[in-house]
């Protein structure tokens, strides 16, 4: 496994309603995404703004509403998986780009990249860095809870036009 320490910055889009916990990473939490199980905050971003765009739209013609945020953000270490699997990696790294969402929602079995994701964590990784499946540009998983004083996660809000709380949409 590829260890980095990782230093950029990053976009995601929300969905406008939840955008008030932008680095919670709460809502992969309730069904799982294709690095984290249910119930393990995780908050996936991308490199490039092009590449939110896409993960956020996935294969709909049209954009739903959603608010776009920037983050300045550093952790260490997180596992580098762009360029896909290579010697030396475990074998199930090469299944990291399964359609998780099929096999959970459809097949009712584990998803691979779920126990990618927990080998990750196992071996002291913060997050997985890897290609978008959707675009041509990186993603990053973040496991929040094992995110320390040290690493940075900042939503880029300088006029604070971020919602505060849940009210703010009633």
Known sequence: MKMVALA????????????????????????????NRP???????????????AEYRQLDALIAPAMIVSYQLKADPVVDFRGGYAEGWDPIWQDFGCDWRRMVF??????????????????????ILFDSVIAAGSNLVLYTHLLTAGDVIHP?????????DQASWL
């Not at 919670?24 to 690095?35: F, Q, V």
């Not at 119930?39 to 765009?53: D, H, K, Q, R, V």
């Not at 584990?110 to 990750?120: M, Q, R, T």
């Open 8 to 35: 950029c910055h990053a976009f995601r889009v929300h969905d406008p309603k939840w955008a008030f916990a932008p680095t919670s990473g709460a809502g992969a939490a309730r069904h799982g995404g294709r690095a």
């Open 39 to 53: 119930g393990i905050n995780a908050l996936y971003l991308s490199l490039e703004l092009e590449t939110a765009l």
């Open 106 to 127: 459809n097949d009712r079995i584990e998803p691979p990249s779920w126990v990618i994701g927990d080998l990750a964590v196992a071996a002291g990784a913060k997050g």
């Open 156 to 164: 880029y809000d300088p006029a604070r036009s971020l919602p505060r």
